[in-house]
């Protein structure tokens, strides 16, 4: 697998090249780290999935409320061996939402993230974790059908304590400059974000 996140970043990066400053650590990791950078029992950081969920139409954007961060987030968490990267992404989507309808969003290839982002994490003690890094590939996805929209949305009790579409204009504003730089990529593409 990080042969496949070493991969996916480049190709990221050959897409936002802009970004290869902010993105040097996790490329560094990924390059010299004798750790598995995949592996959640890595503290110098991992590398975990997610998706910005959007309706067939592409106007809603699937959030969930991090119970724990208390903070409303796209669907995601840490990788778990044995998946894709992207397959990880689809799957804390249908772990957190119970949205089981998903598909690569036509706008957007399956094999490249519309995002990656390296953010710190406090130490938890609770679960003997010390502060480490998430860097954090996220995946575009839609949701499949014209009803999927519609599927039942049920969160999942231990993580998340809220599951909503939302427009996809209510991501701006939101103070979360991931949400913003997204917003930017998705308008790059065609979708309009209000």
Not at 136 to 143: E, G, I, N, P, T
Not at 151 to 173: H, S
Request: charged share 20%; proline share 5%.
């Amino acid at each position: 697998m990080r042969h496949q996140a070493q991969q996916q970043l480049r190709d990221y990066l050959d897409l936002f090249p802009a970004e290869r400053q902010r993105l040097q650590a996790l490329s560094l990791q990924l390059d010299e780290d004798p750790q598995d950078p995949l592996s959640r029992a890595n503290m110098r950081g991992h590398v975990t999935t997610s998706a910005i969920v959007l309706d067939a139409a592409s106007a809603r954007v699937l959030m969930i409320r991090h119970r724990i961060i208390g903070r409303w987030l796209q669907p995601g968490g840490h990788y778990e061996p044995g998946q894709s990267l992207w397959d990880s992404a689809c799957r804390e989507v249908r772990e957190e939402t119970g949205l089981q309808t998903l598909r690569a969003h036509p706008l957007w290839a399956a094999a490249v993230p519309l995002d990656i982002d390296s953010h710190a994490i406090a130490a938890n003690p609770r679960k003997g974790e010390g502060a480490h890094w998430h860097h954090d590939y996220a995946y575009l996805l839609q949701a499949g059908g014209d009803d999927a929209a519609a599927e039942a949305l049920q969160a999942q009790e231990q993580e998340v304590d809220g599951v909503a579409w939302w427009p996809l204009a209510q991501l701006a504003g939101q103070g979360e400059p991931r949400f913003d730089a997204v917003l930017a990529k998705l308008r790059a593409l065609g979708l309009s974000a209000g």
